[in-house]
């Protein structure tokens, strides 16, 4: 897992053209594709759970995504293995969904939600202030983004740091985000939605 | 006096600690009533009992769940339940709520729900971002399965339940049934043309119900203390509580069960504390960015799908956004534009040109490179979204915008007029021109 990603440099991936005289690329051979043996797993056990394996389409990216940390032509390559679909069909799934990243933009994230509710909230500055950090403190290898409504207008602005929503925040709270992401200490602790005894700061006033 | 604006019963129970767990859960009465419809009651009594307690779909239309429940064909074919738990609905967080602290009451739903629609086959469709409550709801599936509340056999009888937890991974529009179907089919979230109905052929081209985490929530107590008591509750048919997310400008954000039929001042100040001192109401959403914005003389009105629905709007998701003085009214629509156009699927053209169109006309107007005309181009536009796609996606923007410009038209024009004059300003003074600034990629443009 900490194998820094590979910087992006120029075009990559989806954004080249496409190049018509190459035959599309069939079902990767099981036989010829290496997949590591927890991932294969995974699918395998994601497919049965549904009537049509191809339901696994998601999670299984997502599993993908999990062991290279993007959505990478070979981690596509390797779902498309053990699903027995193309390659084609991944990627037309991949690039629909915007928690699938078909670029290495980072193996975690921190999604500061901008939608309506937080943006009456100040949430753009709050977002604009980690980004100013995370450049500051040299923080890499880190997807930070404005998201849509993540559904916790309540602790408004708010974020989630790879899934755990804290809240709310301010522009004077990015400093210590940026720095415990960084030296990977829990973020803002109690200030979690999931955190033991989590309220709004409101709440007691009731 | 808060408290008793307020009438828990969806919630009565989520400050037990521990009440996520299934032995905690069934200590508060948990799964008599799951156990009841499987045992003691036929699908068609537990279909009735639905149908007449007047329970509404909480997830936005507003549908009569037992209605919905009953067009599912009989017969032996493997039928769908599909519980909706993508709550994306800028605005929203009721279902977060219930299914992080009371993740059992929504598997008991599912299983009532299974039995009145006749399904054997259930999925809750969580939103990716949720993956906390995700866990917890994987966590209550295994302990019911574990117990025989799900699976074969539900509760020792013939009825066959089960029930799988699938995560989303980050897409408005998979809220929208037809295309949260196509993404638990492991497509792309497109919505689907319409008619067949999912009732008749839904997921895997199988009859199937549809239902969001509130509604499904509210069957085990339905069941248990029957529909006369929840009609009791709330206004026509607006029967039940209601959980109400608000958020914005207010003093205390967050949810609220409500009995329907109580004014939306009694929320929106009773309950949420009103504006911040020396603060004004501008607008209110009331039910989700989707829906029309009303004005602050239209929180007298009793918080009900009819009376929403009257004022030009709708109770949509139970979502109520405040938006106070102190912000500009151009900026929230095109903060809204710019989520929809980023959310739209890009099936039907007029929603895809449409939202684009619409960014692109209000980051003009924000930059003083528009005039007053421009405003009924706007909403022109709107007025062609409407109706004429597949889901109702692009009539989600285009509702609330079209009303904003209709009701703060005064406002815009003011913004049109202080733009221009900030960009000649700044181009006398030699900075960038308002014609420069379109130039660069992006000028102005945030999510995208």
Known sequence: ?206 | MTESLQTKVLTANLDIPDLHRLDVYEQQGGYASARKAVLEMSQDEVLETLESSGLRGRGGAGFSMGKKASFIPKGTMDKFLCCNADESEPGTFKDRLLMQRNPHLLVEGIVIGAVAAGANRAFIFIRGEYSEQADILDAAVDEAYAKGYLGKGVFGSQIQVELAVHRGEGAYICGEESALLDALEGKRGNPRLKPPFPANQGLYQGPTLINNVETLCNTPLIIEKGADWFKALGVGNSTGTKLVSVSGNVQRPGNYEIELGISAREIVYGLAGGPLPGREIKCWFPGGSSAPVLEPADLDLPYTFEAMAEAGSMLGSGAIIVVDDSVPIVGVALRLAEFYRHESCGKCVPCREGTNWTVKMLQRLDQGMATPMDLDIVASVQENIIGNCLCVLGDSMAMPIGSMIRKFRPEFEGHIEAARAAADQAAAVGEFSAVELAATPDAGAGVG
């Open chain 1, 1 to 206: 897992m900490s194998t820094p990603l590979p910087k992006r440099k120029g075009p990559l991936g989806w954004d080249e053209a496409a190049d018509l005289e190459k035959p599309p690329a069939r079902i990767p051979e099981a036989a010829e594709t290496d997949v590591p043996a927890e991932l294969r797993e995974r699918v395998e056990a994601l497919m049965k759970r549904y009537p049509d394996r191809r339901s696994a389409a998601l999670p299984a990216l997502d599993a993908a995504q999990r062991v290279h940390g993007w959505c990478s032509p070979e981690a596509i390559a390797q779902v498309a293995a053990v699903m027995r679909v193309t390659p084609a069909y991944l990627a037309s799934v991949a690039t629909f969904y915007d928690m699938l990243k078909t670029e290495p933009l980072g193996r975690r994230y921190v999604y500061v939600c901008t939608s309506v509710a937080c943006h009456l909230r100040n949430a753009k500055a709050v977002h604009d202030a980690i980004e100013y950090e995370a450049a500051a403190q040299g923080l890499e290898d880190v997807d930070i983004r404005e998201f849509e409504c993540l559904g916790a207008c309540d602790m408004a602005p708010m974020a989630s740091v790879d899934g755990r929503y804290v809240g709310p925040l301010d522009t004077s709270d990015a400093a210590e985000l940026v720095s415990a992401i960084k030296e990977d200490r829990e973020v803002l602790p109690g200030r979690g939605l999931p955190d033991a005894g989590f309220k709004l700061p409101w709440e007691d006033s009731r």
